[in-house]
């Protein structure tokens, strides 16, 4: 179809209504989803969520990254601190019943769930510099996108801009510690696995889909990743993860009593 003219344009634009590519936004979300997304390897995405809202993670192929960042929504200074989460629960590994914490000792998402085991609160993720020399490019719109790259566009759709970006944290390929302190990159737990996080509070989203900085493969490798939300209930005094360790509770009271002052409950 011809687009030399304006009407050539819109005529191509309008047949393309309908169509769907293998990444992309699903709007609006199937019904009992708030939010279905696939990310493309080398993509990012964004969103707000409401408190108590289930944020599922899928790795289908088992070459996904995902980068996250969280900020409370309104709120972009308190976000998440990847120090915290780790120094706060005595653990630098992720997995089901652990909490990411902001630097307020507040509670931003739980995580409820989780089948891949292979994550990292370590390393961060790739900046342009990095990818340039590994790969050849690292700009956001390149062949091999960096994270950070990817974060600032991601940020900027919220309002958000290059000093509000703290570490981030990965889901989906791991990293271990050895006991001399070097840092072990063991990949992936294979195809098929996920993550659920819980919103404790209202939450902005940043999340890029890249290779993680350690990934010793030569070629930028990173395949699709499925993001799927749900409407939920925020974790309560009753939920055992409540009181599953004393500084988990102490972070869940602060984040009920801030909430409270505010009106949400």
Same mark, same amino acid.
């Given at each position: 179809?011809?687009?030399?003219?304006?009407?050539?344009?819109?005529?191509?634009?309008?047949?393309?209504?309908?169509?769907?590519?293998? =990444?992309?936004? /699903?709007?609006?979300?199937?019904? *009992?989803? &708030?939010? #279905?997304?696939? +990310? $493309?390897?080398?993509?990012?995405? !964004?969103?707000?969520?409401?408190?108590?809202?289930?944020?599922?993670?899928?790795?289908?192929?088992?070459?996904?990254?995902?980068?996250?960042?969280?900020?409370?929504?309104?709120?972009?200074?308190?976000?998440?601190?990847?120090?915290?989460?780790?120094?706060?629960?005595?653990?630098?590994?992720?997995? =089901?019943?652990? /909490?990411?914490?902001?630097?307020? *000792?507040? &509670?931003? #998402?739980?995580? +409820? $769930?989780?089948?891949?085991?292979? !994550?990292?609160?370590?390393?961060?993720?790739?900046?342009?510099?990095?990818?340039?020399?590994?790969?050849?490019?690292?700009?956001?719109?390149?062949?091999?996108?960096?994270?950070?790259?990817?974060?600032?566009?991601?940020?900027?759709?919220?309002?958000?801009?290059?000093?509000?970006?703290?570490?981030?944290?990965?889901?989906?390929?791991?990293?271990?510690?050895?006991?001399?302190? #070097?840092?072990?990159?063991?990949?992936?737990?294979?195809?098929?696995?996920?993550?659920?996080?819980?919103?404790?509070?209202?939450?902005?989203?940043?999340?890029?889909?890249?290779?993680?900085?350690?990934?010793?493969?030569?070629?930028?490798?990173?395949?699709?990743?499925?993001?799927?939300?749900?409407?939920?209930?925020?974790?309560?005094?009753?939920?055992?993860?409540?009181?599953?360790?004393?500084?988990?509770?102490?972070?869940?009271?602060?984040?009920?009593?801030?909430?409270?002052?505010?009106?949400?409950?």
């Amino acid at each position: 179809m011809a687009t030399g003219t304006t009407y050539g344009a819109r005529d191509h634009a309008r047949a393309q209504d309908g169509r769907r590519a293998a =990444a992309m936004p /699903l709007v609006p979300a199937p019904d *009992g989803l &708030v939010w #279905a997304e696939t +990310v $493309a390897g080398g993509g990012y995405t !964004h969103k707000v969520l409401a408190r108590g809202t289930e944020l599922r993670l899928a790795d289908p192929t088992g070459t996904a990254c995902a980068h996250l960042l969280l900020f409370a929504e309104g709120r972009p200074w308190e976000r998440l601190n990847v120090a915290d989460t780790v120094k706060v629960q005595w653990n630098a590994y992720l997995g =089901a019943g652990r /909490l990411l914490l902001s630097d307020q *000792g507040r &509670v931003l #998402a739980s995580l +409820v $769930a989780d089948t891949s085991g292979r !994550h990292d609160t370590l390393c961060g993720t790739s900046s342009a510099a990095r990818n340039t020399t590994r790969y050849g490019d690292g700009s956001a719109h390149g062949g091999s996108p960096a994270g950070r790259e990817l974060f600032l566009l991601a940020a900027a759709k919220q309002g958000l801009g290059p000093r509000d970006l703290p570490p981030s944290l990965s889901f989906f390929q791991g990293v271990r510690v050895e006991p001399d302190g #070097a840092l072990e990159f063991i990949g992936s737990a294979g195809p098929g696995t996920a993550v659920t996080l819980r919103a404790e509070q209202p939450l902005t989203v940043l999340l890029a889909n890249v290779p993680h900085p350690l990934d010793p493969r030569p070629a930028y490798v990173c395949g699709p990743l499925e993001v799927r939300a749900k409407a939920g209930a925020p974790t309560g005094p009753q939920d055992p993860l409540w009181d599953a360790t004393p500084e988990g509770r102490r972070a869940f009271l602060n984040t009920a009593e801030h909430l409270a002052a505010r009106g949400l409950r």
